[in-house]
């Protein structure tokens, strides 16, 4: 107890005053216990043990939580920086596990507010009072188009083109359905939106089975030589990309490191493009 027998007799004196009761039976050659401290004895071995266990439990807990990293990412932009970025941070970290929420934006916002996401890779939007958010870059929106289309060959697209035209679109309840309803008012209306989908991959899809147009950030759309992207304007729409996180609470130190990992992956990939 790194005590000395002077200071444990004390702490025992102290304590039978406290609770008006004599805890021990003392002789000039024993010490044994009352009936007093005959009952208090197993209950406070009890409470001792179960003190122990939950010690050993929240250090265990503590241990898992250092180990173990959840971020949130919008699937397209996880397709195009997580790869690289958890590549180096599992040869920095070989035994933690990472936790991915690939989920629209309003899911991952809903994620860091609840501290299930220690932070998540996203569109920016309405910013949340508890919400810290970091703006990486902007992105316009351009049109995915077939290859043999009669849109084909253009260089440059207004929305009005595309009327009359069969389009794809993600959902009205996604961050991107959001900003393109905002953006054309009006102009939605008239556009023929044949098919609504969750994810930004379906939509390629659907450009890549010839069955459609559709309109994404150039980002989100896959590389092929059966898709022309051409941009549109009148107007140009936009999204912001960036990182949210809780305002006020640091990142544990393997989620920072991933987090500083994923940010220099990003810069870089930009400066490559750009």
């Known amino acids: 107890m790194n005590l ?5 007799s004390h ?9 008006g009761l004599s805890l021990f039976q003392r002789t000039t050659r024993t010490l044994t216990l ?21 010690y050993e439990d929240l ?29 180096i941070f599992r040869e920095q970290n070989p035994d933690t596990t990472v936790v991915i929420y690939d989920e629209h934006a309003a899911m991952l916002s809903d994620r860091v507010a609840a501290g299930e996401a220690q ?8 910013q949340r009072w508890a919400e810290k958010q970091r703006v990486l870059y902007e992105e316009d929106f351009v049109a995915a188009v077939p290859a043999g289309h009669p849109l084909a060959d ?10 009359g035209y069969p389009l794809a679109r993600i959902s009205t309840t996604t961050s991107h359905g959001v900003i393109l309803s905002e953006s054309l008012s009006d102009l939605m209306h008239q556009l023929d939106w044949r098919y609504e989908v969750q994810r930004t991959n379906m939509a390629g899809t659907l450009v890549l089975a010839g069955l459609a147009i559709t309109v994404l950030p150039r980002a989100a759309i896959p590389v092929s030589d059966a898709v022309r992207i051409i941009p549109i304007t009148n107007p ?23 987090h500083r990992i994923l940010l220099r992956e990003i810069t870089q990939s930009r400066k490559t493009k750009g």
């Open 4 to 8: 000395s027998q002077t200071a444990l």
């Open 11 to 19: 702490r025992i004196k102290k304590l039978e005053t406290d609770i």
């Open 34 to 54: 009352t009936r007093a401290g005959q009952e208090f004895f197993p209950k406070a071995r009890d409470m001792m043990v179960r003190l122990s266990s939950l």
């Open 59 to 87: 250090k265990i807990e503590g241990q898992t939580a250092r180990e173990r990293v959840s971020i949130g990412c919008l699937g397209s932009l996880g397709e195009l920086y997580l790869p690289r970025a958890l590549r």
């Open 119 to 126: 932070f998540a890779l996203t569109i920016l939007g309405a």
């Open 154 to 163: 253009r260089q440059h697209l207004t929305w009005a083109d595309l009327v």
């Open 236 to 258: 140009t729409v936009k999204r912001t990309v960036g990182i949210i996180s809780q305002d006020g609470a640091p990142l544990p130190p393997k989620a920072l490191q991933l």
